[in-house]
Nanobody, 123 residues
Framework: QVQLAESGGGLVQAGGSLRLSCAAS????????MGWFRQAPGKEREFVAS???????SYADSVKGRFTVSRDNAKNTVYLQMNSLEPEDTAVYYC?????????????????WGQGTQVSVSS
C-alpha cells in the first residue's frame, strides 16, 4: 500500500524559511514525477511544484525564485525548500505521486496523496 507522509510544516514569520519533506513507502517512486500542492481555507487545491524522474522541475509562477523542489530517490523522499515566505503561502501542503515521468501541474495527473502538513506564515 502506497503511503506518503509529509513533515516540516509549522508557523514562521514572513521572510522566513521552511523545508518540507515527503517520505514515500509501499512502492518504487524513482521513475515517477512527484509534486507539491497546497490548499488554503476556502480555496481550491493549487499546484506548487513538481519534479520529474530526471530532475526536470516545474513551478507555479507564485513561487518561482522562492521555492525549490528536490528528491532523494535512495530515500524515496521529496523535499520542498521554501524561502522568503509570505502570508499568502499559508496553506496545507500536500505531496503526491504523479502518473507519469515528467512534471505535471494538474491534480488529476496524480494518483497518490499524502495527508498534508500545515504551513502558516505570519505578517
Amino acid at each position: 500500500q502506497v503511503q506518503l507522509a509529509e513533515s516540516g510544516g509549522g508557523l514562521v514569520q514572513a521572510g522566513g524559511s521552511l523545508r518540507l519533506s515527503c517520505a514515500a513507502s509501499g512502492g518504487t517512486f524513482s521513475t515517477y514525477a512527484m509534486g507539491w500542492f497546497r490548499q488554503a481555507p476556502g480555496k481550491e487545491r493549487e499546484f506548487v511544484a513538481s519534479i520529474g524522474w530526471s530532475t526536470m522541475r516545474s513551478y507555479a509562477d507564485s513561487v518561482k525564485g522562492r521555492f525549490t523542489v528536490s528528491r532523494d530517490n535512495a530515500k524515496n523522499t521529496v523535499y520542498l525548500q521554501m524561502n522568503s515566505l509570505e502570508p499568502e503561502d499559508t496553506a496545507v501542503y500536500y505531496c503526491a505521486v504523479c502518473r507519469s515521468l515528467a512534471p505535471a501541474t494538474r491534480p488529476e495527473d496524480y494518483s497518490y496523496w499524502g495527508q498534508g502538513t500545515q504551513v502558516s506564515v505570519s505578517s
